[in-house]
């Protein structure tokens, strides 16, 4: 079983930036393919990133491209978010999850999930 915890989130002001971890344990994260997904208040959760076991990135969010970077070190067995010029309507709790088999798939189809780490973007 694989377990994923979120971190980095906090308060950061228009225009500022922040880094998301994932830390992943239980189990290696090298052959998963790693999701970013968000949620604001109410609203539906959205996929923001994919990174595959390879390297190959998709944007699920037309909203944040050129703005986030999801990265992956598996030798720490995390994988990141990276948020610039961040804007207040980016405010959302913000999830990683993982897929057994390694490649970007739907928004639907992953298997574990971390708990979410909340990301306030305001003056």
């Known amino acids: 079983q694989l377990q994923l915890v979120e971190s980095g989130g906090g308060l950061v002001q228009p225009g500022g930036s922040l880094r998301l971890s994932c830390a992943a344990s239980?189990?290696?994260?090298?052959?998963?393919?790693i999701g970013w997904f968000r949620q604001a208040p109410g609203k539906e959760r959205e996929g923001v990133l994919c990174?595959?076991?390879?390297?190959?990135?998709?944007n699920y969010a037309s909203s944040v491209k050129g703005r986030f970077t999801i990265s992956r070190d598996n030798a720490k067995n995390t994988a990141y978010l990276q948020m610039n010029s961040l804007k207040p309507e980016d405010t959302a709790v913000y999830y990683c999850?993982?897929?057994?088999?390694?490649?970007?798939?739907?928004?639907?189809?992953?298997?574990?999930w971390g708990q979410g780490t909340q990301v306030t973007v305001s003056s």
């Open positions: 990174i595959s076991s390879s390297g190959g990135t998709t």
């Open positions: 239980g189990s290696t994260l090298r052959y998963h393919a």
């Open positions: 999850a993982a897929r057994r088999f390694g490649v970007c798939v739907s928004t639907r189809q992953y298997d574990y």
